[in-house]
């Protein structure tokens, strides 16, 4: 079993940046690591995703602007967020796998994953 807690959450102007963290009460090093989001009223999609704690994966949409890193002594996720948009704002949640998954960001579905955190709120204004 695998508990993830994300932090980091918070309102955030057009064009800023917010650093989200979520730490792992295992070493998941070797893990499928990934951060979903959910906004209001859309389905949960994956923005990121790292395998191994090197191959890496983004979404389209976040492509450029988000960073996924692993800090394996500290066993945490971060997913780093420049230049945000009012279209990020969302619930972001962190997830984990023992299987990595190779494909691409857009076709990751809430299925791969077998361990979640609960959530943290990204609003952003415009």
């Known amino acids: 079993q695998v508990s993830l807690v994300e932090s980091g959450g918070g309102s955030v102007q057009s064009g800023g940046s917010l650093t989200l963290s979520c730490a792992a009460s295992t070493n998941t090093a070797s893990y499928f690591m990934g951060w979903f989001r959910q906004a209001p009223g859309k389905e949960r999609e994956a923005v990121a995703t790292m395998c191994r704690s090197t191959s890496t994966s983004y979404a389209d949409s976040v492509k450029g602007r988000f960073t996924i890193s692993h800090d394996k002594a500290k066993n945490t996720l971060s997913l780093q967020m420049n230049r945000l948009k009012p279209e990020d704002t969302a619930i972001y949640y962190c997830?984990?796998?023992?299987?990595?998954?190779?494909?691409?960001?857009?076709?990751?579905?809430?299925?791969?994953?077998?361990?979640w955190g609960q959530g943290t709120q990204v609003t952003v204004s415009s």
């Open positions: 997830a984990a796998d023992q299987n990595c998954k190779f494909m691409i960001t857009e076709r990751i579905i809430q299925g791969d994953f077998r361990y």
